[in-house]
Every structure is written in structure tokens, then in C-alpha cells.
């Protein structure tokens, strides 16, 4: 079936686009964006029926029966229902015959949309791939993250600075996880003020004031040694002279 970056799933995912494919495979190095892939294929699938119409499990819980169980439930008070299962190469490869019948049954499943997760470092079972609509979810480029960085706080409901953007990756580095916290605890801080958070703000949580990061630090190091370079070759080129 077909192979998806994670920016041509998401627009996909668009409003008024048609309903998501029975069977996605996520896969890749970034966790995080992994479960923001979860959540839209969720939002476009059950919308605010999610709390009868979900269900996450783990691979290695599943026996063939509850499996069945999950694919064929209908959904209630709604149209269709979704499935998460996180899966490993080792329930996929180590179960060949009883993992095959068990991805082939939802296929067939016109009500229920499946989403199997492959955790980051691990590579995806070539049947599960060629099965699915595959997702392959990369780590971002740097000149990326403060795009995302901005994204994720809107979710949270936190308006951030650009220069707040800035500091906060700078002290916190481009981990997603560690960044995704970090939010969290600025958007409960932020919680009432009616205002944007600022470099201030966001030093007095992480501990880093602006030119104080091992950024900054790294770069006046650089410029220092280019400082020196510079005088050095001036002095031996009036000596030459």
C-alpha cells in the first residue's frame, strides 16, 4: 500500500479530506511526533466520541481473540472507532503465520481505522509495511524546530515570544520530549496571565538567562579564537613587512 511522510499524512488529515485509510504503520526515530501523528489520525476518525470509540493496547497483550475483538467491535454512536496497538519486530516476526491473519482480518474492517506504532530504533516488519499506509516519522532538521516549537504551544494554549522560542531551545536543545515538558510547565505558569511568554519567563524556568546557554557560550569561545587568529596573523604580517 502506500508509503506517507509525516507532513503528507497531516494534510491529508485536513478538513474536508476524505476518511483516513483502514491501516496505518508509524514508524521512525522521533516518539514524539509519533503521537502527534495518533492524535490526528484519532481527531479525524472519531472526533469527541473518542472516550467510547478508542482503544490503545500493546502487542504482546493481544492474543488472536481479543485482537479479533478489537477489529470487529463496532462503534458506538458513531461511524467509525479506532484501534492503537504499539508493536515490536519481536510480535511481528516472532508470531509470522498468527501475526499475518491478525493484521489481514483488519483490513477488512470498514468501521475501524488500525494504527500500529513501531517504536523509535526499531525497523518496521516488511509485511506490516507493505500491508499498511506507511508512515515513516523523521526527527526534524534544526531549522525546523522553532516552527514545531511554536505549534506545540499553541496546543497548549501558551503564546511564546519568538525570542522566548529562541531561548528555550538554545537552553534546552532540539529532544522533543524534553521540550514537550518544558512547555507544559511554561503553559501552567503562563495559565492566567493573558500574555505571551517571554525570555524572562522562560528563564526563570529553566534557570538560563539569554548569552548565558552552552550555545552562546560555544559561539563566544569560536569568536574569541577567531579574535586571537586574526591579531596573530596580523602581527606576522607587519613582521614581514
Not at 503528507?8 to 516518539?31: M, Q, T, W
Not at 492474543?63 to 479479533?68: A, I, R
Request: with cysteine; hydrophobic share 45%.
Amino acid at each position: 500500500m502506500a508509503a506517507l511522510t509525516l507532513d503528507a499524512l497531516l494534510r491529508s488529515l485536513k478538513k474536508g479530506a476524505p476518511v483516513p485509510e483502514p491501516v496505518y504503520l508509524l514508524h521512525g526515530d522521533e516518539d514524539v511526533l509519533k503521537d502527534e501523528a495518533i492524535r490526528a489520525l484519532v481527531d479525524a476518525t472519531v472526533g469527541s466520541s473518542r472516550d467510547f470509540n478508542l482503544d490503545v493496547r500493546f502487542a504482546p497483550d493481544l492474543t488472536p481473540e481479543s485482537f479479533h475483538a478489537l477489529v470487529n467491535t463496532p462503534p458506538m454512536l458513531a461511524d467509525r472507532r479506532a484501534v492503537v496497538i504499539r508493536v515490536s519486530n519481536s510480535w511481528a516476526s516472532g508470531k509470522p503465520s498468527c501475526a499475518t491473519r491478525w493484521f489481514d482480518t483488519s483490513l477488512h474492517q470498514s468501521t475501524t481505522m488500525l494504527v500500529l506504532v513501531v517504536a523509535a530504533g526499531e525497523e518496521p516488519d516488511a509485511d506490516l509495511v507493505r500491508a499498511s499506509t506507511s508512515v515513516e516519522v523523521e526527527r526534524l532538521s534544526a531549522e525546523r524546530m522553532p516552527r514545531w516549537l511554536q505549534h506545540r504551544a499553541t496546543t497548549l494554549g501558551l503564546a511564546l515570544a519568538a525570542d522566548a522560542t529562541e531561548l528555550l531551545l538554545k537552553a534546552v536543545g532540539n529532544d522533543l520530549s524534553t521540550l514537550s515538558g518544558e512547555l507544559e510547565k511554561l503553559a501552567s505558569l503562563m495559565a492566567g496571565t493573558g500574555r505571551s511568554a517571554t525570555p524572562e519567563d522562560v528563564s526563570n524556568l529553566v534557570g538560563v538567562r539569554r548569552d548565558e546557554t552552552v550555545f552562546d557560550l560555544v559561539e563566544a569561545a569560536l569568536e574569541r579564537r577567531v579574535a586571537r587568529a586574526h591579531s596573530s596573523w596580523n602581527r606576522c604580517s607587519s613582521r614581514q613587512g
